[in-house]
C-alpha cells in the first residue's frame, strides 16, 4: 500500500488518502501519510497505539498457551514483561 502510495501520489489529495486509511486501519500507510502532511505527534502515536495492540495480542496468545503440557517451568508472561 506505501509503494502505490507513493508512486501514484500525484494522483490523491493528501487528506482524502489520510482519511481512508484511518476508517480503513492501514496503519502503516496512514502514519506514512501522516508524516508526509507533517503530523508526526500523531503518526508516532499511531505507530505506538499499533505497537501496543500487537504486544496486547501476543500476550493474550501467551496466557492461552497450556502449560500443563510442558510443566519444567510454568511462567507468567506479565511479571516476565515488566522485568525487561
Avoid at 507533517?38 to 501476543?58: C, P, R, S, W
Wanted: hydrophobic share 40%.
Amino acid at each position: 500500500m506505501k509503494e502505490w502510495l507513493l508512486e501514484w501520489e500525484a494522483l490523491y489529495r493528501l487528506d482524502s488518502a489520510i482519511n481512508l486509511c484511518e476508517k480503513y486501519g492501514v496503519s502503516n500507510a496512514y502514519c506514512m501519510l501522516l508524516e508526509r502532511a507533517g503530523d508526526f505527534t500523531k503518526a508516532l502515536d499511531v505507530y505506538i497505539e499499533t505497537v501496543q495492540q500487537k504486544l496486547d495480542a501476543l500476550l493474550e496468545h501467551c496466557r492461552s498457551l497450556d502449560f500443563a503440557e510442558n510443566p519444567s517451568r510454568p511462567v507468567d508472561v506479565e511479571d516476565d514483561a515488566r522485568s525487561t
